[in-house]
């Protein structure tokens, strides 16, 4: 599917046109929307103590706060990445980000639980154009390799930033301002990065492609997402096997057949199912889903460790996460100098390696574990997700035709969005499963020799503890293991070299 050499033909030159300096700015521009974006889906959980309390709903109710955002964002992302291919990167992406400032500005001046909602997805519709336009663009305005991959590991390494700074902003921000701040703190900024998408990102598309919009395709691929993310996110509290969770796999199952005979027969596919014939192309993604399935279903536990068993408040347990930020950001540029000196596959490989030996140390925390016992794991685990990180977007931009770039990017972010929601499902489960399974083997092997009321008491309530917190070890071990299944995939990685040649793109 992907040929050795490949040129990007365009309606615009990148921002080499107008001067070759300014093409970091345009890193810099996606680098706010992407932050933003990314931001508000961790920074929103914080504030949901607060909106409960303002509008007297429960827990549940709070929590189709985030799941209206998750499906939203999930089902629209493959949508905008064929619309940036076809009418314009730059439009879809400035559309994109004054949306999800629009929604954002909405989202601060809720009423009720039902307005909060309907703004929560007219941000997630919008800031879901932001990656696969993002990438695009930077793949289009840095067309050598070497500077293409240190820009998309640059960028990359955000994802990880920006969940981990979302605690650290939004605790200072909801104690001092409220709730609704955490939503208006996007305007300033967004303002700002509107202003550089407009003065600094140049225009990409390829009009000759279009034959046709595929409605039905993006229809029914939607259609699929909601209902498997929505039994992602719900079916713990639901039951797996649940009515409500059959029918959501019924729905998958059927909208995902419907989806694929479309795309068999669209001349302008949402989705080239193609993608899927390429070796490249199907071990990155498969790399991508085990790896982000095992440390998002693992990390979102960390939290809860050090607030449950170390006795750290939410503010303590963010500071636990500055040095991982660091660590990512620090590891990112690293891997991605290695382009063209290593085989990609190997340094996915190592990389993925490394992370499931930061995960593998989780596996000895207990109570008496310190700061210092939590955060070398995670600087572990984010040094060696971030050597990667570059390798991996750039393995994605490699393998795909030229005009097809935003397509598989948004492809991409699907994947890892899929797969984070299904690790969070997972472990959640297996911990549950984890627990009771401990307190049976503990208790047999436990005896209590004085049978007092007090005692009783605390026997049981250390058998508890025990089973709790060796649950989380054997948790992490399984995190660990499916990143080294993921790490196999990686080794088959053989990423094809491909020149974009700005020479041939013709500016408007």
Known sequence: MATSTATIPTTQAPAKAKGDSLKWWVLVTVIIGTFLGRLDQTIVNLALPNIITDFHITVS?????????ILANAVFVPIWGKLGDTIGRKKVYIIGFIGFLIGSVLAGLAWNLPSLIVFRIIQAIS?????????????????KQQDRSQALGIWSSVFGAASVFGPLIGGPLIDTFGWRSVFLVNLPVGIIGTFMALTFVTESKLPERVVKFDWFGAISLGAAL??????????????????????????????????ILIEQRHPEPIVDLKFFQNPVFVNTLTNNFIVFMGLMGSIFLVPIFAQTFLGYSATQTGYLFIPMAFGLMAAAPFGASLVGKVKPGIVIGFSTLVAAFGLYLFSFLDVRSTAIDVMIPLVIMAGGLGFGMAQRTNAVAQAV????????????????????????????SLLDWAEKRNVLNISSLSHLYVHTAANMQTYTTLIILKAQVDAYGLIYEIAAGILVIGALFAFFIKVPERKIDPELMMAE
């Not at 109710?61 to 955002?69: E, H, M, P």
């Not at 800031?127 to 793949?139: E, F, H, N, V």
């Not at 096997?241 to 959501?248: A, E, P, V």
């Open 226 to 259: 909601a209902t498997l993310v929505l039994v992602l996110d719900q079916g713990t509290s639901w039951g797996w096997l649940s009515t409500s969770s059959m029918l959501c796999y019924l729905g998958t199952l059927v909208f995902g057949f419907i989806f």
């Open 127 to 143: 800031g879901s154009a932001d990656y696969p336009t993002a990438m695009a663009i930077l793949t289009v305005t840095f067309p």
């Open 401 to 428: 035709p030229p005009h097809e770039i935003g397509v598989a990017s948004s492809v991409l972010a699907l994947v890892r969005n899929i797969s984070g929601a299904f690790g969070i499902a997972l472990f959640g």
């Open 61 to 69: 109710q709070a929590g189709w706060i985030g799941t209206a955002y």
